[in-house]
Antibody, heavy 117, light 113 residues
Framework: QVQLQESGPGLVKPSETLSLTCTVS????????WSWIRQPPGKGLEWIGY???????NYNPSLKSRVTISVDTSKNQFSLKVRSVTAADTAVYYC???????????WGQGTLVTVSS | DIVMTQSPDSLAVSLGERATINCKSS????????????LAWYQQKPGQPPKVLIY???TRESGVPDRFSGSGSGTDFTLTISSLQAEDVAVYYC?????????FGQGTKLEIK
């Protein structure tokens, strides 16, 4: 059974960089696409982007200028960086496996990141 | 971007009754070359991540009870729960994966009447 676990700081200061890592267990990170999604408190889901194990990426244009998703196949991990954060970036951040560039079939539990000074 | 609009925003249904949630996309998510609708439905219970229920608009994910069904094509889709159970209280989201960004609907909150 594939499991995903997000990790990273729960508090980030405005204008700094949010950094999260997703560790995949119970299966290889190879041959799949992997995605980040976020959910502001009490609100809906926003697709951030995805990465293939080769490193090819696809980002939401609304965030593309500030976001980088990377993969480390040796550690079975992929990561998210969001630069120049503001309070609007406060959200629960989820990592998920993408079934063939299509739907999201396995999700992490999510981690709340608060942007505040 | 494809805009996904769900209706209603919230819904209260009695136990054992049918619940129907609608999802409309701003452009067709039907891929003509394979006749598949690139649409999924997710269920999110409080404090939990979303869970996929339906993909290809009407295919149930393994382990999902058969009281959940999806229908529709092109731009108009429906998630139906045939006989509401207490454990179905959740927020439901549709998502298109026809084109990036893979956008979600705003969610429909389902409660017990």
């Amino acid at each position: 059974q594939v499991q995903l676990q997000e990790s990273g700081p729960g508090l980030v200061k405005p204008s700094e960089t949010l950094s999260l890592t997703c560790t995949v267990s119970g299966g290889s990170i190879s041959s799949y696409y992997w995605s980040w999604i976020r959910q502001p408190p009490g609100k809906g889901l926003e697709w951030i982007g995805y990465i293939y194990n080769s490193g090819s990426t696809n980002y939401n244009p609304s965030l593309k200028s500030r976001v980088t998703i990377s993969v480390d196949t040796s550690k079975n991990q992929f990561s998210l960086k969001v630069r120049s954060v503001t309070a609007a970036d406060t959200a629960v951040y989820y990592c998920a496996r993408v079934h063939g560039q299509l739907w999201l079939d396995y999700w992490g539990q999510g981690t709340l990141v608060t942007v505040s000074s | 971007d494809i805009v996904m609009t769900q209706s209603p925003d919230s819904l209260a249904v009695s136990l054992g009754e049918r619940a129907t949630i609608n999802c409309k996309s701003s452009q067709s998510v039907l891929y003509s070359s394979n006749n598949n609708n690139y649409l999924a439905w997710y269920q999110q219970k409080p404090g939990q991540p979303p869970k996929v229920l339906i993909y290809w608009a009407s295919t149930r994910e393994s382990g999902v009870p058969d009281r959940f069904s999806g229908s529709g094509s092109g731009t108009d889709f429906t998630l139906t729960i045939s006989s509401l159970q207490a454990e179905d209280v959740a927020v439901y989201y549709c998502q298109q994966y026809y084109s990036t960004p893979h956008t979600f609907g705003q969610g429909t909150k389902l409660e017990i009447k």
